[in-house]
């Protein structure tokens, strides 16, 4: 999992105290699994703290993990560095754009996987990108486009002849996909 150094914890457990409220930190990743992921601590007070979140007992702090984001934060290292400006706190979480995943990983982790490792570069010699919007219940993978493949004439094609087909032969558990994108923009449409 995790690792926040000793340095580390004693800089959060020194912002701690100057909190009346907080228990510890609460850790997550925001849009796990893309390009765009973010690792970041928060201040966990009474109310943030959920059933299901992963509970962890560090030396000198308490942190609670979003459990989607736990398999996103392995080999993850938070640090602190001592500078002339008082200090920075730094966190590497090198599986937060891509994790490892299996087969019991959630689905939604291995769509990403295949739209951001096998789709996207393809995609992306035309200026496009494919983005997982959500799976729905009846386990239709809703995506969206964007960059030269919104708007573009060709968009249906690659839908069911790339995207569609690349996931279904890997994810045959699901039932198909559907595009939420609005193509009346066409003004960086590739065709």
């Known amino acids: 999992m995790i690792t926040i150094t000793e340095a580390a914890q ?3 457990a020194e912002l701690l ?7 510890g930190v609460r850790v997550f990743i ?3 699994g893309t390009p765009r992921a973010e690792t970041c601590i928060a201040y966990c007070r009474e109310g943030d703290v959920r059933e299901e979140d992963v509970e962890h007992q560090f030396d000198k702090l308490k942190a ?3 459990p989607r984001s736990v ?17 920075q706190l730094t966190i590497k979480a090198p599986n937060a754009k891509m994790p ?18 096998e789709i996207n570069p393809s995609l992306a010699a035309h200026g496009g990108e494919v983005s997982l919007v959500e ?11 964007g960059g030269g493949c919104q708007g573009c004439s060709a968009v249906d094609i690659t839908l069911k002849n790339g995207v569609e087909r690349s996931l279904m032969d890997q994810l045959p558990q699901l039932a198909g996909v559907r595009d939420v994108t ?3 923009d066409r003004s960086q449409a590739y065709y």
């Open 71 to 87: 398999p996103f934060l392995e080999d993850a290292l938070v640090d602190f560095a001592k500078d002339r400006m008082g200090g």
């Open 182 to 184: 609005d193509h009346t």
């Open 17 to 23: 105290e100057k909190q009346e409220d907080a228990l």
């Open 10 to 12: 004693d800089y959060l």
């Open 30 to 32: 925001n849009q796990p």
């Open 100 to 117: 490892r995943v299996g087969d019991d990983s959630p689905i939604e982790d291995r769509i990403n996987y295949i739209l951001y490792n």
């Open 64 to 66: 609670w993990f979003e």
């Open 135 to 145: 799976v729905t219940g009846d386990n239709y993978a809703v995506l969206q486009f």
